[in-house]
């Protein structure tokens, strides 16, 4: 039998920039720049009849044997090529193994300190959501015990994390104050830093609040939409009235007060807003933010508000335009604080191989007000069931299998994505609000998902070509946060 190499199209995927031929290797996440030898053997390869190795010095005679038996056994090494007797199993895309979870390794735990929100913004996906009045308010016995399941369950890790939610979690302060003195305590016996965050709609701010934030370097995200005009539309109080005027009042106290940690801006953007321009300029320029993170819906509950699919096209190539801009001015050593940009730079970056798109469930649980542990703050009040409790521990049986059957990708369209490690299926509650199951892929947006993907890694080779500079002070650092 002749011996011939054909291309595995499932482990790479040739990508060209400028003058240079790039290749990702989807096994290990990572982008490399091909010679001219490895690009001419990788495109014979992607023939239909393949590449007949007994012709190969004949077909690149200007090559050394020496030379192209070399690059030829790099290629398969990678399994970016296989000969066709090396057996079907050469050619089958290379995923991670399912391993068995013994143990779920824990650091960050978000606490639903309150139901009751004083907003009733149209597209809220919170199931548990209440208005003032009716929140219900985690006690601080239930948040000490959350503290103590975490460590109980995932003992010496290096950092750990508590992030502050609702509802409105400035609803709950004394709450707040309370969980901060005690794990500062906490973890100080134990000689491992405790970081502290949240997510909040700012009216509630004051002088005193920004100032205990600043003093305990808390990361902070601010939900706002946009303009006054975008803003209003959705983010309303409980009476209907816009908040636009009141929360920008807010910001401004907070960027006078507080320069502890880039303080960033959340923006869920709902059918009809696809120009995310318009609305980073206002956010990033106007407001001040350091970054601005853009949430597109899909799947809420009230499909009045989901993203159709042509604007959710229009939405994806918005963000190819900022991000276009972001390269210019990366290139220049600046950056403009386009958070979904650089999100992806740093997962580039740091080859970031997921076999689950996210760290809920394993890295971070949600602990809804009365104890409960959810799968991620999106979860509390739906209707998955919780996997244990902070009075009896988590369901690690349980726990373990849920994220045992996500990593299996057996029988899924990502067993074959070339995106598929930089992906993992997508987020859990998209798909538990699209299909009614967590465990499927968000399969209705993965193509714009690849266009995402192949758009960020031509950026980042031609932002290193430019500035390599521009990784170490912008995109290394985020980790530390």
Request: hydrophobic share 35%; proline share 4%.
């Amino acid at each position: 039998m002749t011996k011939v190499l054909k291309k595995v199209p499932t482990n790479s995927r040739t990508i060209a920039v400028n003058d240079k031929q790039m290749m990702f290797h989807v096994p290990t996440t990572s982008l490399f720049e091909l010679d001219e030898l490895s690009a001419q053997l990788i495109e014979a390869a992607d023939s239909e009849s393949g590449l007949s190795v007994d012709k190969l010095t004949q077909s690149l005679s200007a090559q050394t044997a020496k030379d192209i038996d070399d690059t030829v056994e790099q290629l398969i090494q990678l399994k970016v090529v296989a000969s066709n007797d090396a057996g079907v199993q050469a050619f089958e895309p290379d995923n991670p193994e399912v391993t068995q979870l013994e143990n779920i390794p824990l650091t960050t735990l978000v606490l639903n300190v309150n139901t009751g929100c004083n907003l009733s913004c149209s597209y809220c996906y919170k199931e548990d959501l209440d208005t003032p009045a009716n929140g219900q308010k985690m006690s601080f016995d239930t948040a000490k015990k959350s503290i103590e399941m975490m460590l109980a369950e995932s003992p010496d890790q290096p950092r750990y994390n508590i992030v502050f939610f609702g509802g409105e979690p400035l609803s709950n302060m004394p709450l707040i104050r309370e969980v901060v003195e005690y794990a500062q305590a906490r973890f100080a016996e134990l000689n491992v830093p405790i970081d502290f965050s949240l997510t909040t709609n700012a009216t509630l701010l004051n002088e005193e609040i920004i100032e205990f934030f600043q003093k305990h370097k808390f990361g902070i995200a601010v939900s706002i939409d946009g303009p006054k005009a975008i803003h209003d539309k959705n983010r309303i109080t409980v009476n209907g009235n816009g908040t636009y005027k009141a929360v920008t009042r807010k910001i401004e106290l907070l960027m006078k007060g507080y320069n502890a940690r880039p303080i960033g801006a959340r923006v869920t953007l709902t059918k009809g807003v696809t120009d995310i321009e318009e609305i980073w300029q206002h956010l990033f320029h106007e407001l001040g933010f350091a970054e601005v993170g853009f949430a597109p819906v899909t799947s809420g509950d009230i499909s009045e508000y989901n993203l159709s699919e042509d604007e959710l096209k229009a939405v994806f190539a918005s963000m190819i335009k900022v991000g276009r801009h972001y390269i210019d001015e990366a290139k220049a050593g600046r950056n403009i604080g386009f958070s979904n940009m650089h999100q992806l730079m740093t997962d580039i970056h740091e080859g970031t191989k997921k076999a689950l798109p996210c760290g809920a469930g394993i890295g971070m649980v949600a602990i809804d007000h009365s104890g409960g542990v959810n799968l991620c703050h999106r979860f509390t009040g739906s209707d998955l069931p919780a996997f244990g409790s902070v009075i009896d521990g988590i369901d690690s049986e349980g726990l373990a299998g849920f994220i045992e059957t996500r990593m299996d990708r057996t029988n899924t369209g990502c067993s074959t994505c070339w995106i598929r490690n930089m992906c993992s299926g997508g987020c859990y509650h998209e798909s538990y609000a699209r299909y009614n199951d967590p465990q499927n892929p968000t399969y209705h947006y993965c193509d714009l998902m690849r266009d995402w993907v192949e758009f960020g890694l031509k950026a980042y080779a031609e932002i290193n070509a430019a500035n390599p500079t521009f990784m170490d002070p912008f995109i290394t650092p985020r980790r530390g946060h």
